[in-house]
């Protein structure tokens, strides 16, 4: 019996052709279906990234409103890095609409990797006046102050970090889901990577619309020195193309940069471990142009 | 009235409090101090298309109320004028009435007040039934003289007279020429304080005074000992009214203000409830009863308590606070339901009782069809209830805004303050300039962690460090941005403080980081490396 969750996420198995189907195009919309159990087929247009070959990835042309997305750090803290903290913020200026409060529920616990600081937010764009912080140290409150306001009409967005171990699982991040699509308010759960060898409880499928990997990237490649520059793995999407990208972002124009994707650019890199998502659908050619179909 | 109600009112003593220039004292009063003497010295009011004096400063000779403005400007041609606000004149009445408690708890409006009864004249009274209170004033003198020179510490020209009935206290307070402006009438001396007071003194109607005084009939003496019963077939049962409660004989009982009804509301039930559905049902229904209230008052509630009185004989309390004033049964009840689970209801609750602790104005939101706030501020009520929710359960410290602080350094720019404790200061970023031109990453460390760091030249940026275990070789590096500790803490604490470099750098994997070199090499200071933030 499949797990109907892992079911809905775009898994090699399911998205492979099967010649016995005649019309992938219906089935697909009845999946879609059952997934929202209200007959709204595709989620609204999605805010574009700005970038055409992230957006090409990303069904309905950009990152959907509305629902719950996953950043992952590579490091397995924040301890060593920012990066995949700038890039959840990157991601709210682009989702949240304009001067609409953000709540941020953090961690207090995580003294190593510091705490979030305003005009470090202002840096990158965000209005730490927008910003309402809470502090809720158990897992509990913190999906609870999560789901509540993902379920309030009216606020920005609600970005929530979590222990790698801890995170929300497949029923709390289906809850997520739900309250983020009776709010209309985008999410985002921010955590380093899983502990375990290689990432392995990583890939435990979860109800989120998206995930990203992240991990800062030399900034030679941008125009300017010390630029925020990330290496970001479209990891899994829903309807879409996993993918990876380098870049850059603006934080005046609140814009992402794509910097050259080729493989020569990224020789300079020298990132410690390949990164665990070799077995992307992505690299099945067939079922991209599937799902592109 | 009969005998025994009077006799037993025998030892009642009343103050009557007489301000014959409210009006223009109460526009005095609110006049800026800066600049005093300009307020109005007469205040005006229309009648049947003339403007007339409504009431007059104290020390115009001349001038009347009821006079013609035209009339008053003959006689004072630099007279200044305003227009007389009878509401603000009620409003400061009550509030002076209020005031007024400090000497007993019964104190009402005297119904003959200009402002009350809309009439000419700009005084206004108070009645003070101070029986039983005078001891605790040093004496009936004592406590008048206190009252009067207290009112004209606050501006008022004041005239208090101390009486057995409010009939002889208010006719001495008005109509005696009084050598100061309190008087006590002994007990029982009443009658013989009154024997030379005109007719008008006993609050008949002008036209009743008028006439008797046509017949010769001048004070109070003069009718006093007159046959009762064509008097009052003449002149009406007024008069004879009057003078029997000015002699005692008749009791006039005077309506003291109440006080403030506190926001309370009480429920109580024939059975203890103990499920949760039934305790919810109760707080809906108080809910309910208290938010007309409010409704109507046109105010919200920024704290409430309910009190659940448990069969066993305790009682628990819980209490909820919110961030803006709240009059929706609906939110406050979200707010109260979050602590509901956790109540023990015991044997059962058989009655409730809700108070709104804290209340402040709130104006109504118009909405349109669908019920949502026309004005620009969509949303907004939706995420202050949220704020609410999350700071009742998790605290009000819990939920937070960052606010800039005006220091250069970076570990104390910016404080913590609770999201709930009212709105947030607008632009008090932007103010702060912030975004600035110098760079701040995007988490700080709690406290700067001391790198080995290996710079090439004692001014360069490092070339490599080692941080928390791990070498970082150095790709990219910007900097010195100097900052210096405030001239204050440079000199008082030796070491603590000391300058530091900033560098932003990036190491060769691309992770950026914040660090800093503390102490001068000039200075024969030795350089000490420290990470503090990590950029983006």
């Keep these: 019996m499949r797990d109907p969750i892992e079911a809905s996420e775009t898994t090699p198995d399911l998205a492979t052709p099967d010649p016995g189907i005649p019309d992938l195009t219906a089935l697909q919309a ?113 999906l609870w102050a999560m789901e509540e306001g993902l379920a309030t009409a009216g606020l920005g967005a609600v970005v929530a970090e979590f222990d ?14 739900l309250a983020a699509e009776k709010g209309g308010v985008s999410g985002i759960i921010l955590r380093p990577r899983m502990t375990t060898p290689a ?95 | 009235m009969t005998a025994a109600r009077s006799s037993c009112r025998v030892n009642r003593r009343v103050i009557a409090l007489w301000l014959p220039h ?28 003339r403007q007339i004096l409504a009431g007059v400063a104290p020390g115009l000779a001349g001038l009347v109320p009821g006079m013609a403005l035209a009339d008053a400007r003959a006689l004072e041609p630099a007279l200044a004028v305003a227009d007389w606000d009878s509401a603000a004149d009620r409003a400061a009445l009550q509030a002076l009435a209020l005031w007024c408690v400090r000497y007993t708890p019964l104190v009402a409006l005297d119904p003959a007040s200009a402002c009350l009864v809309d009439g000419t004249g700009g005084d206004a009274g108070l009645w003070l039934d101070v029986t039983g209170c005078a001891h605790l004033f040093g004496g009936e003198a004592a406590m008048a003289a206190d009252l009067v020179n207290r009112l004209t510490g606050l501006g008022y020209t004041a005239r208090a007279c101390l009486a057995d009935t409010p009939g002889i206290a208010w006719a001495v307070a008005h109509a005696a020429e009084l050598e100061r402006g309190d008087v006590v009438v002994p007990a029982g001396a009443g009658l013989a304080a009154l024997a030379r007071l005109p007719i008008s003194a006993l609050r008949v109607a002008p036209t009743v005074s008028e006439t008797l005084a046509r017949s010769g009939l001048r004070t109070v003496s003069d009718i006093a000992d007159l046959p009762r019963a064509p008097l009052v077939a003449r002149f009406g049962a007024e008069l004879g009214r009057r003078l029997d409660q000015a002699a005692g004989h008749l009791h006039e009982p005077i309506s003291p203000l109440a006080p403030p009804a506190p926001y309370r509301v009480r429920l109580g039930l024939p059975e203890p409830v103990g499920l949760r559905e039934d305790i919810d049902r109760a707080i809906h229904r108080l809910l309910e009863r208290l938010c007309t209230r409010l409704e109507g008052e046109r105010a919200g509630i920024r704290r409430l308590r309910v009190d659940f009185f448990r069969a066993e004989g305790d009682v628990r309390h819980l209490t909820v606070g919110t961030g803006r004033p709240v009059r929706d049964p609906t ?25 709104a602790e804290r209340v402040e104005r709130r104006d109504a939101v118009q909405t349109d069809l669908a019920g949502s706030a026309l004005s620009g501020a969509e949303g907004v009520g939706a995420v202050g209830d949220l704020i609410d929710r999350l700071a009742n359960r998790l605290g009000e410290d819990r939920v937070t805004r960052c606010e800039p602080i005006e220091s250069h350094l970076p570990d104390r720019a910016e404080r913590m303050v609770s999201a709930v404790a009212g709105a947030s200061r607008h632009g008090a970023w932007a103010q702060a300039g912030v975004p600035s031109p110098a760079p701040r990453p995007a988490r700080l460390l709690r406290r700067p962690e001391p790198v080995e760091a290996v710079a090439l030249l004692p001014d360069h940026p490092p070339a490599r460090f080692r941080w928390r275990g791990i070498d970082y070789r150095i790709a990219r590096a910007a900097g010195p941005e100097r900052i210096a500790p405030e001239w204050w803490a440079a000199h008082t604490t030796a070491g603590a403080a000391r300058t530091r470099d900033y560098f932003r750098v990036e190491e060769s994997g691309g992770r950026r980081f914040w660090l800093y070199r503390e102490g001068l090499a000039d200075r024969g200071e030795t350089p000490r490396w420290f990470l503090h933030g990590l950029f983006a």
Excluded: Y
């Design chain 1, 30 to 142: 009845m999946v879609r279906r059952l997934e929202r159990g209200t007959g709204e087929a595709t989620p609204a247009h999605g805010v574009a990234f700005g970038c055409p070959g992230v957006d090409a990835a990303l069904p309905g042309e950009g990152l959907a409103r509305g629902r719950v997305h996953e950043v992952v750090g590579e490091t397995r803290s924040e301890v060593r890095d920012a990066a995949a903290f700038g890039f959840a913020i990157a991601l709210l200026s682009r989702l949240a609409p304009d001067a609409s409060t953000i709540l941020w529920c953090a961690r207090s616990a995580n003294v190593l990797g510091g705490t979030p600081s305003a005009r470090g937010l202002a840096a990158l764009g965000l209005d730490p006046e927008r910003v309402v912080f809470v502090d809720a140290e158990d897992e509990a409150d913190r």
């Design chain 1, 164 to 177: 790698p171990a801890r995170r929300p699982q497949a029923t709390a991040s289906r809850r997520l889901q």
């Design chain 2, 331 to 355: 939110a406050l009840f979200r707010l109260i339901a979050e602590h509901l689970d956790k109540l023990d209801p015991g044997f059962g609750i058989d009655v409730f009782v809700m108070e």
């Design chain 1, 199 to 293: 990432g392995a409880g990583d890939r435990m499928p979860i109800a989120v619309e998206t995930r990203w990997r992240v991990a800062a990237a030399p900034s030679s490649l941008a125009s300017a020195d010390l630029r925020p520059v990330w290496d970001v793995a479209l990891e899994r999407v829903r309807r879409g193309r996993p993918g990876r990208w380098t870049l850059a972002w603006q934080a005046d124009g609140h814009r992402f940069e794509d910097l050259a994707t080729t493989p020569a650019n990224r020789t300079g890199s020298g990132r410690a471990a390949a990164p665990a998502e070799s077995t992307a659908p992505a690299e099945t050619p067939a079922a991209a142009s599937e799902q592109a179909a």
């Design chain 2, 22 to 49: 409210f009006a223009t004292e109460r526009l005095a009063r609110e006049a800026p101090a800066a600049h005093p003497g300009t307020a109005p010295a007469a205040v005006l009011r229309s009648e049947r298309g």
